[in-house]
């Protein structure tokens, strides 16, 4: 099994040393409807479970809600509600809607709200050591230039130049807020030794990853948008605290984007899954979403999305009914050529689109055994291994 890993820039072999895998998936900031960037990621980190767990592997699959962020306690205050209410609505509709799509859900889904205690502590901690410092605008993490670059690969200094890890009265600009201050419509935290306020974004996951996995990490998953500078920061932060290696693979998603590139994250027009689902099936996003490979960035066109929504429509017919019928081993050379397709592709950085190919390759075979009233257990069983491995047909 093959995987691109963003630290080592290179596909290879994802092999950990226990058969017991912890992977940590950054989960959404719930302040808004989910999105077409979401069905993407967390497809992808679904599909990506499903191949861990069909290897022999058993995944403790960790998924966090980010329900403390400037932009909860900014929706809050736009609609007159408490951060909350905000949080807990979109959370809900969050989870109705990965679940329409097919993902398995998580075994766990923490919330940073529940973490916000053992983030004021390593706070508290990182300035008795002098690791950080205090300003009138929160907590800030001291950070050396040469510290940064695990993951990008490249000089920090160019990616300042168009990101800014945090904005404040910091000593640098590599620097970071572990503790901020309090925010208009947000929640606010009255812990001894710090000034009242709220939790940094960053110190959030690596307390709840390292709180509920073993570390180091096995896997930690997310979209390509937070390599920089949220997972750079976690290393640096996970670092300091254990001082050992925070994670042993990382695997980003692409983005998704039209033409124009307007749904990608700096369009600031994202379609929503409430107005694609109004039309459209989600198992017919999902299918559309395969066709392309999860670590490249994903166009989006109505046409094209149109056109896939029919075709999974008629490929789901023929596998269901397939699906019906008893199965059976497969022995057949074809349908053995084909299992080993399969997983040949799918250890191949998981490439869906060929094995959604195959997909078509089995729906012709499927038409012309059901015609003829052939013998259906060994295609029924290739079925069931497309339902368990890409969660469609379900």
Known sequence: ??????????????????KEVGMYVCGPTVYSESH????????????????????????????????VS?????????????????????????KTQMKALGNLEPHYTPKASEYVEKIAEIT??????????ETEEGVYLKVESRDHGKLLGNSIDESIVEIDVDSGPKRSPHDFMLWG??????????????????PGWHSECVMMASTI?????????????????HHESEIIISECIFEKEYCNFWVHNGLMEDAEGKLSKSGKQRLTLSEIFKKNEPMQMRFYLLEHRYRENTPFDIESFE???????????VAKKSMTYEKREIKSALLVEILEKIENNMDDDLNTPAVIELIREVDRMAKERLENESEMGQISSIYSIFKKTLGIFL
């Open 36 to 67: 077409l960037g979401h069905a993407k990621s967390y497809i992808a980190f679904d599909i990506l479970r499903r191949w861990i767990e069909y290897n022999g592997y058993l995944v403790t699959h960790v998924q966090n809600i980010t329900d």
């Open 213 to 229: 996995l073993e570390m180091p990490l096995d896997i930690h998953c997310g979209g390509v948008d937070l390599i920089y500078p």
């Open 181 to 198: 201050p309090e925010l208009a419509g947000g929640e606010t935290w009255n812990i001894e030794g710090l000034k009242p306020g709220r």
């Open 70 to 94: 400037d932009e909860t306690a900014q929706t809050a205050l736009k609609f007159g509600k408490t951060e909350k209410e905000i949080t807990e609505e979109y959370t809900e509709k969050f």
């Open 124 to 133: 508290k901690n990182f300035l008795n050591v002098e690791k950080a410092y």
């Open 1 to 18: 099994m093959k995987i691109y890993n963003t630290q080592s820039k290179t596909i290879e072999e994802f092999k950990p040393a226990k």
């Open 307 to 317: 056109n896939a929504c029919e075709e999974y429509r008629a490929l789901s017919r």
